[in-house]
């Protein structure tokens, strides 16, 4: 680690404690009627997003109030930090919030450290699934949440493809021609969606071998999850070129480019 000052036993346990205390205050919203607005690029916002963002955003300054924190509500704000460095956080305190307005649960909070430009540490919780997923260097793991408390814990990795042929993972609700036509490249006999980044975490638990991605996404909706994954055993590449995903991309305004999630290959 770079020189800042936390162990990994106290980020795990901050970035978990931050992500479950961010999911409470959106299972309250979704509990309720809320309001939904429609930012600058389209793309909608709730009440969730912000409270998560700001219950979020102060525990990351007390835990580590010199790491900078890239964050989506307060990105589209334009409150970006410079310079961002080589050591930051990057959060989407709700992705998927499409999927909360549709209430179909598949949504997520997802935190990440990010170091050198590649994902280090990274948390998916999916609250009204009760389900959490952690990657870090410690490896990966799932578990179940019990009245808001992290129960039984299960070592996740990546499984080898199956001989009969690939599961594949893609969105439910942002398919693209383009993403058809590479699956039928690959030998693939099962197809299963979900929403948001449990995409990545699919994979990572060896329920799915290969999530292609071919529409835009945003390094925060994809941090964590390339946390997770690659901590259970699976690599998360540039299409066509190979290249890890990283991190940073300022130049780009921090959107990725093309990506395939990879199990074991």
């Known amino acids: 680690m770079s020189d800042h000052h936390f162990t990994d036993e106290t980020l795990t346990q901050t970035l978990c404690a931050l992500a479950l205390e961010a999911g409470a205050a959106a299972m309250a919203v979704y509990a309720r009627d809320f309001e939904t607005e429609i930012k600058a690029d389209s793309s909608p916002v709730t009440e969730a997003d912000e409270l998560g963002e700001k219950i979020i955003l102060e525990g990351l300054a007390a835990f580590a109030p010199d790491v900078p924190v890239l964050a989506e509500e307060s990105a589209s704000a334009g409150r970006i930090p410079d310079p961002l460095g080589d050591l930051f956080f990057l959060v989407d ?22 170091e050198q ?3 280090v540490a990274g948390v998916v919780y999916a609250p009204a699934a009760d389900r959490l997923y952690y990657g870090g260097r410690g490896g990966a ?3 179940e949440i019990v009245d808001g408390v992290i129960g039984a814990r299960d070592i996740i990795r990546v499984r080898t493809a199956p001989a009969e042929g690939l599961v594949a993972v893609a969105s439910r609700s942002h398919r693209s021609p383009e993403t058809d036509a590479y699956l039928k490249t690959l030998e693939v006999s099962d197809f299963t969606a979900a929403g948001s980044s449990l995409k990545f975490c699919l994979v990572a638990e060896g329920a799915a071998d290969v999530y292609p991605r071919f529409g835009r996404t945003m390094e925060w909706d994809t941090g964590a999850g390339q946390a997770v994954l690659e901590a259970a055993g699976g690599r998360v ?26 199990g074991a290959l």
């Open 93 to 114: 305190p709700l992705d998927g919030t499409k999927e909360f307005i549709k209430k179909t649960g598949e949504f997520t909070v997802n935190i990440a450290l990010i």
């Open 237 to 262: 590449v540039v299409h066509p070129e190979g290249d890890p995903l990283t991190y940073g991309k300022k130049a780009r305004g921090f959107d990725n480019p093309h990506f395939i999630a990879w």
């Open 141 to 143: 793991w799932k578990a």
């Open 117 to 119: 430009g590649r994902p």
